[in-house]
């Protein structure tokens, strides 16, 4: 079955380092891979999104992802991490009109 | 990006009521769906729609119901209301061959 596995459920980082969100998938195809953002109480936004062509796509707010097919991942990335940054974040893939959802991790940001 | 619209935003409710959350886009999306998410959790696909007259139970099981009358509107209901449904509703649309979803703020639903 095809699924997409978010292996942290919750990451904690200083305010300026790095950031690096983990989302494994499970596709037979090319999968059309998501990353959303969630914001307490508040519905998702859209990061970024891959469907094809080059491989390290740039989103919003910093944000870039990498798909790795040799390693089935599509980890989200951000050089510098802000306080604004703390949310939930989930990794999806498209499957026959519906979206599937990873689980979620959780990103807290200390100062 | 849609414009996704959900109201209301929030709603205390007594067990046994009759509730309607209201979603509507207004870019002309043909497929909208209906997600519940519980706090901290991920989301489940409940309902979608690929137009008017369309509407298909997702993969969670969900008591509630919905119609799809307008293509802007896709209204989401419960019959009678029990403190299990309480939880956040989410509310998307996407194009009819595009695989983005754009989501709604969300309502969230607590049942005493």
């Known amino acids: 079955a095809q699924s997409v596995t978010q292996p942290d459920i919750h990451i904690t980082v200083s305010e300026g380092a790095s950031l690096e969100l983990r989302c494994n998938y499970s596709?037979?195809?090319?999968?059309?891979l998501f990353w959303y953002v969630q914001s307490p109480g508040q519905g998702l936004q859209l990061l970024l999104k891959y469907f094809s062509g080059d491989t390290l796509v740039q989103g919003i707010k910093g944000f870039e992802a990498e798909f790795k097919r040799s390693q089935s991942s599509f980890n989200l990335r951000k050089p510098s991490v802000h306080w604004s940054d703390a949310a939930e974040y989930f990794c999806?893939?498209?499957?026959?009109?519906?979206?599937?959802f990873g689980t979620g991790t959780r990103l807290q940001v200390f100062p | 990006e849609a414009d996704i619209y959900q109201t209301p935003r929030y709603l205390v409710i007594g067990t046994g009521k009759k509730i309607t959350l209201e979603c509507s886009q207004t870019m002309g999306h043909d497929k909208m769906y209906w997600y519940q998410q519980d706090p901290g959790m991920e989301l489940h696909l409940i309902h979608y729609s690929y137009g008017v007259n369309s509407t298909e139970k997702g993969d969670l099981s969900s008591e509630s119901t919905v119609s799809r009358i307008r293509t802007e509107h896709f209204p989401l209901t419960l019959e009678s209301a029990r403190p299990s449904h309480t939880s956040q509703y989410l509310c998307?649309?996407?194009?009819?061959?595009?695989?983005?979803?754009?989501f709604g703020p969300g309502t969230r639903l607590l049942v005493l």
């Open positions: 596709y037979g195809a090319t999968p059309y």
């Open positions: 998307a649309s996407s194009e009819n061959r595009g695989r983005t979803q754009y």
């Open positions: 999806a893939g498209h499957n026959t009109d519906k979206l599937i």
